[in-house]
């Protein structure tokens, strides 16, 4: 079980993230019903245990809450690949959702970038801002080390859109975090 915690003036965030199913749910409560429900499509199509307890000031609004929990997810997604040693490294998947399709490709290796190309139909869902998906997954390729390309190819529905993206990246996740034996996945000898 990884742990990570932080604390700033604007928030105060723990997650608990493992590859081993501690319960059958994810339990997360961020204060943003629309985040949450991401957040547990996430865990359920990755196969990780996430456990998320965010108190933000979500009366400013919701920036600071889901950009510090992605940095949180980050880095509890680097310390799983680099304890593992031994994985698959790449990931990818579409993910069709009633109208929308979703691509997202990643490389688990030690190198942040994200290349996100989404025109989402309207700017917001309920309340949740969609410009805080980029938000997001910049702070979880940055903090993970993870070169992510994510691509909304048809959309339609907003809701329908980000819900593609997070299930895509789940999938595509779990590809990349798969065990071998064939040691560090990289001609170089070395991840960094």
């Known amino acids: 079980m990884i742990k990570k915690e932080r604390k700033t003036l604007e928030t105060a965030i723990k997650i608990e993230v493992a590859e081993e199913k501690v319960t059958q749910e994810a339990t997360i409560q961020t204060g943003i019903g629309f985040f949450d429900h991401m957040l547990t499509l996430f865990a359920f199509h990755s196969q990780l245990y996430l456990s998320v307890e965010a108190d933000g000031d ?42 929308s399709l979703a691509r997202v490709v ?16 309207r700017e917001k869902v309920g309340e949740f801002d969609t410009e805080l998906v980029l938000e997001f997954f910049n702070a979880v390729a940055m903090n993970s080390g993870t070169t992510l390309h994510i ?35 990289s001609s170089k000898g070395v991840i960094e």
């Open 58 to 99: 979500l009366e400013v609004d919701f920036h600071h809450t889901v950009e510090d929990v992605g940095i949180l997810l980050g880095q509890a997604i680097r310390e799983i690949y680099v304890e593992k040693g031994s994985y698959k490294r790449y990931g990818s998947m579409y993910i069709p959702m009633d109208e």
């Open 106 to 121: 990643l490389d688990l290796s030690g190198r942040p970038h994200l290349n996100f190309q989404a025109d989402f139909s």
């Open 151 to 185: 691509d909304l190819l048809k959309g339609g529905n907003t809701h329908h859109e980000i819900e593609a993206i997070f299930k895509a990246f789940g999938q595509s996740l779990k590809i990349a975090l798969t065990a071998t034996d064939t040691g560090v996945p």
